[in-house]
DNA sequence: AACGAGATTCTTTTT
DNA sequence: GAATCTCGTT
């Protein structure tokens, strides 16, 4: 690998600490993998190496290419995600940390759970925000490393009897959580976190185990994760790559001033700089320069090409999200027939929902893809039904899992399940739980048999789902409109299971590391269209990208306006999207999309990033009231 | 008191 | 399209 000489100078720093601050394009991900690289060539014992990612897909893809650059060795570095790191650690030295089982919570468990103490707490109640609002205080409470109460006087303008009554949900929340064994996302780093920070001999044989820490994306660490860096940096030296300008996690407690502050934070660090832009074309960065430029916060960017001048920007306008997500199929499949394969084109979305008319148009007109970001295959409400049962079965304490699964019954609301539950708690193993199921008196015998089917054979996942999908046939098609279509998801849930030797194994697997349902049944090597939420695209590339929805309501989102941090975080997130295109890129914009009705005010369209674009950096072309056939 | 069918509302981003 | 709310039924 060739690499420039401020890459070069980064990469073989001899500095503890070193903070690289990198531009988009500017090879951050290529300059981390060749720091581990160099570190291993230098007699680093690849263990003693740590790399860690935000998303499981910058992991993946740091692992397969350092596994290319660096062979047998590149592939025993740890390379993963924050959370990943640390459930590893505490799982192999669990009484260090202070418990014996866990069941990591992914996002859907935390709201049942959040739903079902609120409830208990509140009733109905609509001044007490709901479940999701309040998951939202706690867990950013939580990563921001302060108490939820302190962050809900400080931040929010609810009333103190209100916030006295979140006070008490959250606290029966933890109850539960401790109860069981739960451990949510938060969790994990705040275990970790604080073991480290407590305890100097824990924090030595932990941190001790690694000489050098890479982190990539390091303007996405929230306060929570820089106290674990902190940590490891008692004893490893810490190499950081990031961009203040790509921060857009801010909603999980990130700061990108945190770069800023490297320095200060930790003692014998430098800050080096990569400029040079090698992914795109002049005209692509003359886009997002200006995007840029326009924003009140200095960011101290100017993107330079090193490739020089290519194809304009082009953006195009249409009556409906139906028809623009039938020009840019078109588009594709027109650019596929001049010779360009799949994998060159990427789409941009800005969230999951609005991909959904091209998903359609891509399915209708056979053109591959996959889907990253948005509800994977193991979030979706029918396959989660199929879960709770196995989740039962390995563990009988799990009790989202059978409120889930008891409530599925006809005659078994949420009152009936919570006994049921309360009783079950008490028992030392699963028959015993099941045998209170038995003795209530309106029960279907079918209730406990299902369950007592499924833990025959904790060793054959598949198998498992393929009777448990048989049994629960009639009670899904009774609760799911389109049932056709939704049971088709357990043939790929069925070949997934089959991978993995036990159900636990496989439930385990997939918790903090969910797959789409576009993803199983293909092979890495397969020739496909890649639709991605641009929060999930930081870090990729592709030759052709479109960026659709580019409309008022959506850059910033709607959601964000009367907060101007968060329309700041909006620019950032566009301006990834932009930054993500190697040689050609395509905005579209619908202005009929419905919420556009409802949100489209002078606030909305005031703020619009893309209000005021000069016709020098675009070509702009309208498609409004021309039917596209 | 508990359940279930039907009406209603609102859709960010991820570990 | 899915989570939540309302209200009538058991």
């Not at 030295?93 to 992914?106: A, H, K, S």
């Not at 990834?576 to 619908?590: G, K, Y």
Request: proline share 3%; charged share 25%; glycine share 4%.
């Amino acid at each position: 690998m060739d690499f420039n000489e401020q890459q070069q100078a980064a990469l073989s720093s001899t500095t503890r600490n070193l903070l690289v601050l990198a531009g988009a394009g500017t090879g951050k991900t290529r300059t981390i993998i060749g720091r581990a690289s160099h570190l291993l060539s230098q007699g680093v014992e690849a263990k003693r190496l740590a790399l860690l990612t935000f998303t499981r897909r910058s992991a993946s893809e740091i692992r397969s290419r350092l596994g290319k650059t660096s062979g047998e060795a590149g592939t025993q570095v740890f390379a993963g995600t924050f959370h990943h790191f640390c459930l590893r650690i505490m799982s192999a030295r669990r009484n260090w940390f202070g418990f014996e089982d866990l069941t990591v919570m992914d996002r859907d468990d935390q709201l049942q759970l959040m739903k079902f103490v609120r409830g208990n707490v509140v009733g109905k109640d609509s001044v007490i925000p709901q479940a999701s609002q309040l998951l939202n205080y706690y867990s950013y409470a939580r990563n921001t490393n302060q108490s939820p109460r302190a962050y809900l006087e400080k931040y929010t303008d609810h009333e103190m009897p209100v916030i006295e009554v979140m006070q008490k949900i959250f606290a029966a929340y933890r109850e539960r959580k401790l109860a069981n064994s739960y451990f949510d996302y938060d969790d994990i780093l705040h275990r970790f976190a604080k073991v480290l920070h407590d305890n100097t001999e824990v924090r030595q044989k932990v941190a001790g185990q690694y000489d050098h820490v890479l982190v990539d994306e390091m303007q996405d660490t929230n306060p929570l994760q820089w106290l674990i860096l902190e940590n490891l940096g008692q004893c490893a030296h810490l190499f950081c790559v990031g961009d203040d300008a790509q921060s857009i996690y801010a909603f999980r407690g990130a700061d990108f001033r945190n770069v800023h502050s490297f320095s200060q934070r930790l003692q014998h660090s430098q800050t080096l700089k990569l400029e040079e832009n090698y992914r795109s074309t002049q005209e692509i960065l003359d886009l997002a320069n200006w995007l840029l430029e326009r924003s009140k916060l200095n960011y101290d960017k100017k993107l330079r090409a090193y490739r020089g001048s290519g194809i304009k920007p082009q953006l195009v306008e249409f009556d409906s999200e139906f028809d623009e997500a039938e020009w840019v199929a078109r588009a594709i499949v027109k650019r596929r027939q001049e010779g360009a394969v799949w994998n060159d084109h990427m789409v941009l979305c800005r969230t999951a929902y609005s991909a959904r008319p091209l998903e359609a148009e891509l399915i209708e007109r056979k053109i591959p893809y996959r889907f990253i970001g948005g509800t994977s295959l193991l979030q979706m409400a029918h396959v989660r039904d199929l879960l709770s049962v196995l989740r039962v079965a390995v563990n009988h304490r799990d009790e989202i899992a059978w409120i889930r699964y008891l409530t599925l019954w006809p005659g078994i609301g949420e009152m009936t399940a919570a006994k049921l539950i309360q009783g079950m708690a008490q028992m030392q193993d699963l028959d015993q739980a099941l045998h209170v199921i038995d003795a209530w008196p309106r029960n279907a015998p079918e209730v406990a048999e299902t369950v007592r089917s499924i833990a025959r054979h904790l060793e054959d996942p598949a198998q498992a789902l393929q009777l448990l999908s048989e049994a629960l046939d009639p009670l899904l098609d009774n609760k799911y409109d389109h049932w056709e279509s939704r049971c088709k998801d357990f043939q790929l849930l069925e070949q997934l299971a089959s991978r993995h030797r036990s159900i636990s194994a496989f439930l385990e697997r997939y918790t903090l590391d969910p797959i789409s349902a576009t993803e199983i049944s293909r092979s890495p090597s397969d020739e496909i269209v890649t639709l991605i939420t641009v929060h999930s695209a930081k870090g990729t590339e592709a030759k052709t990208c479109f960026v659709i929805g580019v409309q008022p309501g959506n850059y910033p989102h709607a959601r964000s306006l009367g907060d101007e941090s968060a329309i700041e975080e909006e620019r950032r997130v566009l301006y990834v999207a932009l930054t993500r295109a190697q040689d050609e890129l395509i905005l579209t914009r619908n202005m009929a999309k419905s919420y556009s009705r409802t949100s489209w005010n002078a606030s909305t369209g005031s703020h619009y990033f893309l209000e005021g674009l000069p016709s020098k950096l675009i070509s702009h072309q309208s498609l409004v009231g021309v039917s596209v056939q």
